[in-house]
């Protein structure tokens, strides 16, 4: 669950820009980071040619838009499911100085955060930023927030943060949705299906959106019958049989 920087990407983000703004010019006086990613995709083809090439063609995409952060945000989530967190980090600088209010950059900050000394201060600041902001403008923050104290182990802070931003924004499901599947994770089965049912309740005319809660739920009640037959029939498996034999050599008392 392991989920923020040099000056040279500060650097690498200028020469992009550079790059956007006279690409032809960058591409004669500067062929350094062609060459650069062309030593990187030999290397890769060696090591982990599958992880790599896909990585390779989105650094170049970041490259050839950085004013467009999908691709950014795409090669900085990778390296981080590659388990590259140094090379994540170093993505997130960039997307921090063109686009620090963006909740997708502001997750990924916290993804970082997590497992690490600044966790604390990560879920400190959030807390406070939760707090600043006005009521029914904070459905992303909140559930950051909620994030960030399940983590933290604070099941019952984030239960109460789902429920107050679920009843701040009464017609999303999103809250209502996480703090079910809170419930799920502590084996609370009711109250986990009492939460679907209340967040299909806030979908509108659409069937298929309905359904698709109907096939969260029964996947989730199926789960927790696997598990209680799991818990209840490995007891039995270990209890010992009656000592039968030593009862038969015990001599008779006179």
């Known amino acids: 669950m392991g989920l923020g920087l040099p000056l040279a990407l500060i650097t690498g983000w200028l020469v992009a820009q550079s790059a956007d703004q006279n690409p ?145 924004s009464p017609k999303r499901i999103e809250p209502l949705l996480a703090l079910a599947l809170l419930h799920r994770d502590k084996g609370q089965n009711q109250q986990s299906q009492k939460v679907l049912l209340r967040a299909r309740n806030r979908l509108p005319g659409s069937e298929q959106d309905k359904q698709k809660i109907d096939q969260i739920a029964v996947r989730w009640q199926l789960d927790s019958f696997r598990k209680g037959a799991d818990r209840t029939a490995k007891p039995r498996a270990t209890v010992p049989p009656p000592p039968t034999k030593a009862r038969a050599e015990t001599p008779p008392k006179p």
């Open 24 to 168: 032809k010019l960058t591409q004669q006086s500067n062929p350094q980071p062609k060459a650069r990613l062309k030593r990187v995709k030999r290397s890769a083809q060696t090591k982990f040619p599958e992880a790599i090439e896909p990585e390779q063609r989105l650094e170049q995409r970041a490259l050839s838009h950085p004013r467009d952060r999908r691709w950014r945000l795409l090669l900085a989530q990778t390296k981080l499911q590659r388990g590259d967190r140094d090379g994540a980090r170093h993505e997130l600088i960039t997307l921090q100085a063109l686009w620090p209010n963006r909740p997708e950059v502001q997750n990924l900050q916290l993804l970082l955060d997590v497992g690490t000394k600044r966790q604390a201060t990560a879920l400190k600041q959030t807390s406070d930023r939760f707090k600043q902001t006005p009521k029914g403008q904070r459905l992303a923050l909140g559930l950051r927030l909620a994030d960030l104290q399940r983590l933290s182990g604070q099941d019952d802070a984030a239960i109460t943060t789902y429920r107050l931003i679920g009843a701040e």
